[in-house]
């Protein structure tokens, strides 16, 4: 069974920062495209940024220049970075993964979901 799990959530005053990690574990065996959706009350779930195993990025246009998606290919974990956080970007975080388990099979995976709240 794959799993991701998510960390790094809170509550944080606008112009703050926050470091997002998701680790995918259980029966893995590899890991493509790894990605953080959000979703805020009333709106539909959105994507904020990805990457591929070799590094390339995607980023939504409201978080370019403020966020950054990384990740670690031997613990299969993204990270994200988010810097000069604003209101707007309160929402529930998900991490989603593009995971081949140890059987051969592919299917998307979701995390739990962790709260980011901007606000003073």
């Known amino acids: 069974q794959v799993q991701l799990v998510e960390s790094g959530g809170g509550l944080v005053q606008p112009g703050g920062s926050l470091r997002l990690s998701c680790a995918a574990s259980?029966?893995?065996?590899?890991?493509?495209?790894m990605g953080w959706y959000r979703q805020a009350p009333g709106k539909q779930r959105e994507l904020v940024a990805a990457?591929?195993?070799?590094?390339?990025?995607n980023y939504a246009d409201s978080v370019k220049g403020r966020f950054t998606i990384s990740r670690d290919n031997a613990e299969n974990t993204v990270y994200l970075q988010m810097n000069r956080l604003k209101p707007e970007d309160t929402a529930v975080y998900y991490c989603?993964?593009?995971?081949?388990?140890?059987?051969?099979?592919?299917?998307?995976?979701w995390g739990q979901g962790t709260q980011v709240t901007v606000s003073s």
């Open positions: 990457i591929t195993p070799i590094g390339s990025t």
């Open positions: 259980g029966s893995v065996f590899s890991v493509d495209v």
């Open positions: 989603n993964g593009d995971v081949v388990d140890d059987k051969g099979l592919q299917g998307y995976y």
